[in-house]
DNA sequence: TTGAAAGCGGTACCAG
DNA sequence: CTGGTACCGCTTTCAA
């Protein structure tokens, strides 16, 4: 910028105003610094930018495995607003440790972005009292903390819970199982459904038919079949599993075929997420709809006019509605 | 940094010596300086330091799309070496559109990131001029550019062709299609190992037996689908279809089975990428693994020794070697 | 419409 | 071991 300056005989104030097209400056002037930007190949550092403006221009995401379905839709609905606003987005991962990810809070604090997102691991909302120290905006994603005013944007997972339950009870199953997930409002959701639907029915509830996977959102797949294989020494067996995520149901149809028995027939499978490659699974699987990308778009937007918003706004909860898309998985002749 | 500086009745140079652990500082002093760092719960601002040392610790990656899961697994390789080295990762996506790409870069050169790798989209080497022009050290991820002396981390794409043809040779099949992906070297490479393992046996090639789909990076189930329509109206019709990658391959498995034929026993089906679901379809999908994990690992590795060497050194091509992993839809009593 | 000066929050260099 | 000074590349303020 200093050269560009000093060759066209102009103040770098000058050329500053051109690159951010400032309106006092004349048009002659103007086009011809914009022509040796051109010529250059100029990009303004950001960094300078950054350090004068207090602005990044730059996001934050933080989600417990980006190898996970669900989370690379949700970034992925995200990057897309993002990119059109000109911002850009850093992304890591917590591996679903909430050490790392308190860690991974600390980095991208230091690196002054505009707004942080989190699908968050950890159990309390103390962690977050830094980020709001630190005045940065930030938006919970798929998990909420309840009694936590902060903005969320997810999907209701109570109904999830119910609407998946209530389906299997439809589909004729009796004794419903499910496979839960970790301590997070999302897993808390949705058995809360659960149970909510089993209460409303006539059915019976069994204490041992909830059981947690190991780790149910990293190895999806090994915590699902695990799970299966305890539930399928229960006497009696249920006849319908309701699982915390379409890995894990994956898992479990894997476990259930493995046994000789058949889905949906002798036990019937849904899960949660939607994920595109459902419908082609060796039993195509019913499940819930997340509304991943939707999720991430609205996350989005949520974060975007956090950003501008002169005074820090009330918290929004963005709460969006789930719906059951059936498949083979449950498709029983009750 | 000033306040505690003031507070302490100490420099800023001291205690930005201390936040570094620069050895020449007092015993007591440090002491006292990181005390106070603790309780205000001190950041350096990245900014600020990125300014004055030019380098940023963080890294960008664009893809052409973060569902893909090929892509979202590299994706966590890389973050995972990343983050043990305190580096930051900015994540984005071009779509699979060159130009979308070119903007990318330029946003993410301008950040002045310590490396860039890319999966690119590109058919041309000529937006990475601009890279080395800014003398950014940067990665061809998955594609390079023949010719084109470029660090490079990617699978053995000829071999790739080669060894999934030979699979479906060696199962049987004797009318091989391949569908085929965009004009970039992976597949370009993949056809080539298609082209000589079919040059190297007795069977004969049909030139309208290779088609290519419409968006095979993006909308990956939707061109094989399309894709294996079209071979499916051709006289005599393929007994075998190697695939471009895994989502093409449901694709296809899909159109093949809503016709009322057969997998493998009609027609047998490899894919490549070896996805981690691969196993729980519907017609379990053979595949060729491209070790994506690993690619990330790797290239995440070769960035950091880059961003570490003070010259520029040769460029290197890792390549690794893929392995069929056969499964169900290629299982043919033959 | 233009530009001089000050400073954002740090680090490098070198003198004490 | 400690700290003064200059400066990284850009924006802001205000005077010309």
Redesign the pocket.
């Known amino acids: 910028?200093?050269d560009i300056?000093r060759e066209l005989?102009?103040?770098?104030?000058?050329?500053?105003?051109v690159?951010?097209n400032h309106?006092?400056?004349?048009?002659?002037?103007?086009q011809r610094v914009l022509k040796r930007i051109k010529e250059l190949n100029?990009?303004?550092?950001m960094?300078?930018?950054a350090?004068?403006?207090?602005r990044t221009y730059a996001t934050g995401l933080i989600v417990p495995d980006l190898v996970h379905p669900f989370f690379a839709e949700v970034a992925g609905g995200l990057s897309d607003v993002l990119r059109r606003k000109n911002y850009s987005l850093l992304i890591s991962s917590s591996q679903g440790d909430p050490d790392l990810e308190r860690q991974e809070i600390k980095r991208l604090l230091s690196r002054r972005l505009d707004a942080l997102m989190i699908a968050s691991t950890e159990w309390s909302a103390e962690s977050f009292r830094r980020i709001e120290a630190q005045k940065v905006p930030y938006v919970l994603i798929d998990r909420g903390f309840p009694g936590m005013p902060a903005n969320f944007v997810g999907v209701d997972d109570v109904a999830v819970g119910r609407l998946a339950t209530e389906h299997l009870i439809s589909a004729g199953c009796r004794r419903i199982a499910h496979i839960r997930g970790p301590a997070t409002s999302t897993a808390v959701g949705r058995l809360e459904g659960y149970t909510q639907a089993l209460t409303g029915s006539d059915l019976a509830q069994f204490q041992d038919y909830v059981v947690m996977g190991r780790s149910p959102d990293v190895d999806s797949w090994i915590s699902g079949h695990e799970a299966m294989k305890k539930l399928l020494q229960l006497d009696p067996r249920p006849d319908g599993v309701f699982c915390y995520n379409d890995p894990i149901a994956i898992g479990v149809i894997d476990a259930i075929l493995e046994t000789g028995l058949l889905v949906p027939q002798d036990i019937a499978v849904i899960g949660c997420g939607n994920l595109h490659y459902d419908k082609s699974l060796r039993v195509p699987l019913s499940s819930v709809d997340q509304q991943s990308r939707a999720i991430g778009e609205r996350a989005g937007k949520l974060v975007l006019s956090l950003i501008e918003a002169k005074i820090p706004p009330q918290p929004r909860s963005i709460m969006l509605q789930p719906a059951v898309v059936p498949r083979e998985s449950t498709r029983r002749s009750a």
Request: net charge positive.
């Open positions: 910028m200093k300056a005989g102009v103040s770098v104030v000058t050329v500053s105003k690159v951010r309106s006092d400056i004349g048009e002659e002037t103007r100029y990009e303004p550092n960094a300078a930018r350090l004068v403006t207090g």
